[in-house]
């Protein structure tokens, strides 16, 4: 081939590449216009209430995407945030920081500590994993309920300083957690679509063919580990923030499980899932709100119809359409 076509094959490579990003940043833009007008086009406080809620499991649903693209479920997510939420609130009210510094403070707390145990934790796999993430959550909690005299013990810490004085509204709480949501998001969406992704992926899959190959498998999953707790810690800064009350049981046993059910109803293996899976899973209870008696009768089963419809997670139908598209085509000729 001559050096003249090089260029113009290179080219076309390029613009190839380019158009799953092009149409990323569309889908984004698209999404993005209605959220960024809900205050506008609805000023009712609850409704903008639910949509920070929702975005703040966003952020803790994604911290937890990426452990489980490496391969592991952790019971102990929601202990990180609320290991985060004590550390930027007890940095604010006893070491006098900025509240944003506050939240960068809970972050590298939660980072911190997942970086002590995540070289031990990250040996096991499968359900030795998960028991002893449940155990190190338990713990989390314990010391929470006991420390009484820095967290409040069972009793918590109430009349938190507010993120800025500015930031009081319910609409401006909302756009501080779509900015983070959104970084977050894009954070994770460029992380997941490198190099590094690929690896993440490779490990989950054949974690010792891929250690063959020369990739680092524990420095790279200690590495996830800890960026993930350190966004469930920041997620947890967050709600301390915005609801101005913390205790030990906003982080317990039941918060984690409903992070993995977030996952597993959006679809553990698309960065979509997570986003999906928190969606429906704070908004569909507000829905039944109007059926006190059956409302986690109702909720528990669409819960099972969707999980038994959709194996994939609900982010997978687009997955099902375009493959039954597909299948329709090559019938056709």
Not at 15 to 20: C, I, K, L, N, V
Not at 37 to 54: D, K, Q, R
Not at 149 to 160: E, K, Q
């Amino acid at each position: 081939m001559s050096n003249a076509h090089t260029p113009v094959l290179a080219a076309r490579r390029g613009r190839d590449g380019a158009r799953p990003g092009l149409r990323l940043a569309c889908v984004a833009a698209v999404a993005a216009l209605p959220l960024l007008a809900l205050p506008y086009l609805s000023g009712n406080t609850f409704l903008l209430t639910i949509g920070t809620l929702i975005l703040l499991n966003i952020i803790g649903a994604l911290s937890l995407h990426l452990i489980i693209r490496c391969g592991h479920i952790s019971l102990a997510h929601a202990g990180f945030m609320g290991v985060g939420a004590y550390a930027c609130v007890l940095s604010v009210m006893r070491l006098g920081l900025p509240p944003f510094l506050g939240l960068l403070a809970g972050a590298l707390a939660a980072g911190a500590l997942a970086l002590a145990v995540g070289p031990i934790l990250l040996r096991l796999t499968g359900k030795y994993f998960v028991l002893v993430t449940f155990l190190l959550g338990e713990i989390i909690r314990l010391v929470l309920v006991e420390w009484e005299g820095v967290t409040g013990g069972s009793s918590g810490l109430s009349n938190l300083p507010q993120l800025h004085p500015g930031l009081d509204t319910a609409a401006a709480q909302y756009y501080v957690a779509l900015a983070a949501a959104a970084l977050c998001g894009a954070f994770c969406i460029r992380l997941l679509r490198s190099e590094t992704g690929r690896a993440i992926d490779a490990v989950r899959e054949a974690e010792r063919l891929t250690e063959c190959t020369g990739v680092p498998v524990l420095r790279l999953k200690v590495g996830i580990f800890v960026l993930g707790c350190a966004m469930a810690g920041l997620a947890g800064g967050l709600l301390a923030f915005f609801m101005r009350y913390i205790d030990p049981t906003t982080f317990g046993m039941a918060d984690s499980l409903n992070l993995v059910v977030m996952n597993v109803l959006g679809g553990m293996y698309h960065v979509a899932g997570p986003i999906v899976g928190a969606v429906v899973l704070v908004a569909l209870p507000e829905l039944l709100r109007g059926y006190v008696e059956v409302q986690r009768i109702v909720f528990g089963l669409a819960l099972i119809v969707i999980m038994a419809s959709f194996p994939g997670g609900l982010a997978g139908i687009v997955q099902m359409a375009r493959a039954a598209l597909r299948a329709r085509k090559e019938a056709r000729r």
